[in-house]
């Protein structure tokens, strides 16, 4: 087993609870149990405990074209837009971003002009947000349409990151059974990375008391939530740290507010599983 893929023996027990769905509104958590999810008992699921240290930068500091889907978590305060400016606030480069939303990944995944979009050719990157995820702990959802997704991106030469959202205001664990659902999928691509904003979103809060990243649904981020996903995103995409960046764009975060949420940011690089074979410079030198 590749060593970056060890898991250290930390587990959540799931505890069976209200039978709904992590969803991208509050509608989304009166939806019944679909028929295809399969019922389990209470499940321990690994999480990533130990924090694996990143060797390489992957992407060079060049212009980056990338595609996100996703559904709410993603488009509330426009998280694609927050990781396209403070990409061009950190140096002489441009993004071009894309965001093709929907309930969840299998919603977005049904629909034909989505695949045609990955293999257009056009984006470096892809970032998957919205797998269908029981808010009890007591189903497992198929995972097929976000692998179908992720393996179109693979073939088609992109970067693929998998951005794990935050649990709800208040449910303690959520985000880290968030996280190993992602970390399940990512498994499955030795190029895959994730993304670990819900982690991140948690040490933040347990850190700075007075911090706030819900909206008021205690669901969805507010400016400052959505700016610290965007955050650790950019790392993800870039492999770059954010001590030089600056914030150049929301008014409603103050400069105290964004020392912050870059000082918030910095474990997220450590928590990223990107070997120096996930490098995807190295995949272009073994094709020349």
């Known amino acids: 087993m590749d060593v970056t893929r060890t898991i250290s023996p930390f587990f959540l027990l799931v505890a069976a609870l209200s039978a709904t769905l992590i969803g991208c509104s509050s509608s989304d958590s009166t939806l019944p149990e679909p028929e295809q999810a399969v019922s389990q008992p209470a499940v321990e699921i690994p999480i990533l405990a130990e924090p694996v240290q990143r060797t390489e930068v992957r992407l060079p500091p060049v212009d980056v074209k990338v595609l996100f889907l996703g559904n709410s978590h993603t488009a509330y305060n426009n998280v694609p837009g927050r990781v396209e400016t403070l990409f061009e606030s950190s140096g002489d480069r441009q993004m071009e971003t894309r965001h093709i939303a929907g309930g969840f990944l299998d919603n ?32 497992l959802y198929s995972t097929e349409a976000a692998e179908q997704l992720a393996l179109a991106a693979n073939e088609n030469g992109m970067q693929v990151i998998w951005f794990s959202e935050w649990g709800r205001d208040g449910v303690d664990g959520e985000s880290i059974r968030i996280q190993a659902i992602y970390e399940s999928l990512a498994a499955n691509s030795e190029h895959d990375i994730v993304a670990p904003a819900g982690l991140v979103w948690d040490a933040a809060l347990s850190e700075n008391k007075n911090l706030a990243l819900y909206a008021s649904d205690g669901n969805h981020s507010n400016a400052d939530g959505a700016t610290l996903a965007a955050l650790v995103l950019y790392v993800a995409i870039t492999g770059e740290g954010v001590d030089d960046i600056t914030w150049p764009g929301d008014e409603n975060t103050d400069q105290e507010k964004w020392e912050i949420l870059k000082r918030s940011t910095v474990g997220a690089a450590s928590h990223l599983i990107i070997p120096a074979s996930k490098d995807p410079r190295s995949r272009d030198s073994e094709q020349n």
């Open 108 to 139: 977005i995944a049904a629909r034909p002009t989505t695949m045609e979009e990955i293999r257009s050719g056009k984006w470096d990157v892809l970032v998957l947000q919205g797998q269908k995820i029981s808010m009890s702990g007591r189903y």
